[in-house]
């Protein structure tokens, strides 16, 4: 991942220091930044999933199966919809997500 990108998702992600996309629309206007914001809301998404399992007493797991693309298998049981989600995630992107909160308790030791 491009280090200007990774920072961008970091500062999106950021509660103390958040990065406004009105105030900085020239940043978020570039192929890196819309990059950012792209990643931005899938980590969003699949961290609500994540909770949402938690909530629901489920257990979201990590397939450690990498691709030849380097990407890593989640995927998440949802009982209340007998349904489920599976996401491919590069290691950056699995490094990224890891921080957000509750993450790393709901994938326990998988990470």
């Known amino acids: 991942m491009d280090p200007f990108v990774r920072r961008l998702v970091e500062r999106l992600h950021d509660p103390a220091q958040p990065l406004s996309r009105n105030r900085h629309f020239h940043t978020f206007d ?5 990059m950012a ?7 969003n998404s699949i961290h609500r999933d994540i909770l949402a399992c938690v909530k629901e007493g489920r257990r979201a797991r ?12 989640i995927e998440l049981h ?5 349904g489920r989600r599976v996401s491919h995630l590069k ?4 490094e990224l997500l890891a921080r957000l909160p ?5 994938l326990e030791g998988d990470l």
């Open 30 to 34: 570039t192929p890196e930044g819309r």
């Open 37 to 43: 914001l792209k990643v931005f809301r899938r980590l």
């Open 62 to 73: 990590l397939f450690r199966h990498v691709n030849d693309e380097g990407e890593h298998r």
């Open 78 to 82: 949802f009982e209340r919809i007998a």
């Open 91 to 94: 290691a950056a992107e699995l």
């Open 102 to 106: 509750g993450v790393r308790d709901a």
